[in-house]
């Protein structure tokens, strides 16, 4: 398990705090998958919560449970007195364990053309999961799309009652030419108009 709390860099003369957050986390628990053989862009995450986590990110590969990653109940920690957040990636070693032994090592070689990343904020519902959405997104553009993260969880002021903000990001890649605007602007479009349709979302 790896464990998040605190501050990722101290404050100096030229810079703030800098809490060490969901999202830092969350990039040292997927560089761990990676190296285990996971292509972290076809886990399918969805938003879960059980007694330890208040709020979580469950990934799945082959139906199976690899990693659960989220914010520690604040019932918990409250007991060891800590008023910061705490964050937390639970792995299923067992799981992790067993893929390295089957993956084989692979090369492949670096594309010739650049990826073209964009973001969109939405809005969703509560219940909504990233997963249902980043499904949606990559069945509106299963060619150009490479990879959907999530980058943005938000839940508070400003937002209408049952409704949460993410902030999600796109990787767009031709391997055989560089994209230009336009490509970029009309594919965006078909895979925003896709997620408003079937999920509902609003862009912010």
């Known amino acids: 398990m790896l464990i998040s709390f605190g501050n990722q860099q101290e404050k100096n003369w030229n810079t703030p705090d800098k809490e060490a957050g969901f999202f830092f986390l969350k990039s040292h628990a997927e560089n761990i998958l ?3 053989g996971y292509a972290v862009g076809s886990c399918v995450a969805t938003s879960t919560g059980n007694n330890l986590f208040a709020e979580a990110l469950a990934y799945k590969a082959n139906h199976t449970d690899i990693l659960l990653l989220g914010m520690i109940n604040t019932d918990i920690t409250a007991q060891f007195g800590l008023d910061k957040p ?3 990636a639970e792995f299923n070693v067992q799981a992790l364990l ?3 032994k089957t993956t084989k090592t692979q090369y492949k070689e670096l594309p010739k053309f650049p ?3 964009r973001d969109l904020a939405l ?3 509560a219940s909504q999961q990233f997963g249902q959405i980043a499904d ?3 069945k509106a553009e299963s060619k150009l799309l490479k990879k959907v993260g999530l980058f943005d969880v938000y839940k ?3 937002l ?3 409704k949460k903000s993410y902030g999600i990001s796109f990787l767009l890649q031709d391997e055989g030419k560089t994209l230009n605007d336009k490509q970029i602007e009309k594919t965006m479009e078909r895979i925003r108009q896709a997620i408003e349709r079937e999920t509902g979302a609003t862009v912010r």
């Open 34 to 36: 990676q190296l285990c």
């Open 86 to 88: 705490v964050y937390a």
């Open 98 to 100: 067993s893929h390295i």
């Open 115 to 117: 990826g073209v990343q």
């Open 123 to 125: 809005l969703v519902d």
């Open 136 to 138: 949606v997104a990559m």
């Open 156 to 158: 508070g002021k400003n």
């Open 160 to 162: 209408p009652d049952g």
